[in-house]
């Protein structure tokens, strides 16, 4: 994995519990520096690197568009990094708080919060409004990935 910028987080690896330094973006999949097992990654973006952050991600990617008022985006927050976590390897998560980002809600046309997306290389395959339980936020990932193979 080449990391183009310094941004990101640190993140424990869900097979050896070790910490590993994810950037936000970068090439390839996050992998455990110590056992290798996929990461889970988890990214915070906005208007200036949404595009390097999520759209040129090789993974598909779920994004999160939510805001700091909304307490359904709030209790959602939890489940998607659950799923993220689940699916390491799998997907990226990037969280776009839209009130700090307007050009991405406008160019979603995000009318309600919290707004799902799940895109594959920078093309919406899947969209969903509204919160639900990480259960069926990974069932909801899961058939569409089935649908892009």
Do not use: H, Y
């Amino acid at each position: 994995m080449n990391p183009t910028d310094t941004g990101g987080r640190t993140v424990a690896c869900t097979e050896c519990g070790r910490g590993n330094r994810v950037p936000a973006a970068a090439d390839g999949r996050p992998r455990c520096g110590s056992c290798k097992a996929p990461l889970p990654w988890i990214a915070d973006a906005g208007d200036g690197d949404f595009e390097e952050v999520a759209q040129r991600a090789a993974p598909v990617v779920l994004v999160d568009l939510w805001a700091t008022w909304c307490g359904p985006c709030r209790t959602v927050g939890p489940a998607l990094e659950q799923v993220a976590r689940e699916l390491a390897g799998r997907i990226k998560l990037v969280r776009v708080d839209v009130d700090q980002a307007p050009r991405i809600a406008q160019k979603f046309q995000v009318q309600a919060v919290p707004t799902l997306i799940l895109m594959d290389r920078g093309e919406v395959i899947a969209r969903q409004a509204g919160a639900a339980p990480a259960p069926a936020l990974r069932q909801w990932v899961e058939q569409a990935l089935r649908g892009r193979r």
